[in-house]
């Protein structure tokens, strides 16, 4: 008797980055967060038609939701078209959920979206905590990144 192992391939398909949080705060923690979209919206995220830069997540009575998370209106929904900035809750599990929002109270963090994207069928949202960058951390992760092309650069030309 032979058992056969069974893979399962994720498929996963990158829609949305937000480039802009990785310059502006250090991202102390990442989790994958399911969100509650209607179909128009789906079909919007589908075509592309999303945009991460300004939103954040908020505990409202013991729930997170994406705050200034915009989706387009999808083209052809008819009567009923969902606000484009409205609330969407984020689906994750009570632990991380209860971890999150003390982290955000006692640490004075923030949540912030990093990526959108589809994993099988649904839509995946992978959220950080985050902290703040002063300008001067700014200007130095900037200096570090420029030295180190430098280097490369160098290292480069003497092969």
């Known amino acids: 008797m032979y ?3 069974v893979t399962i391939f994720k498929t996963m398909k990158n829609i949305a980055q937000n480039r802009k949080a990785f310059h502006d705060y250090d991202i102390l923690e990442k989790y ?3 969100i509650a979209l209607t179909g128009s919206e789906v079909k919007s995220i589908r075509a592309g038609k999303v945009s991460l830069s300004d939103s954040y997540g908020q505990c409202l009575r013991g729930e997170i939701f994406l705050i200034h998370f915009h989706i387009t209106p999808y083209d052809r929904v008819g009567v ?3 606000d484009p900035y409205r609330k969407r809750k984020l689906l994750l599990r009570k632990r991380e959920i209860f971890h999150l929002c003390n982290e955000v109270e006692r640490k004075q963090l923030t949540i912030i979206p990093l990526s959108l ?3 099988n069928q649904w839509v995946k949202v ?3 905590l985050c902290r703040g960058r002063k300008k001067y951390d700014k200007r130095q992760k900037i200096a570090d990144a420029e030295s180190k092309r430098r280097i490369s650069q160098i290292i480069g030309r003497r092969r």
């Open 3 to 5: 058992i056969q192992a």
């Open 32 to 34: 994958e967060a399911g």
């Open 80 to 82: 009923y078209a969902p």
């Open 117 to 119: 994207y589809f994993q």
């Open 126 to 128: 992978q959220i950080g």
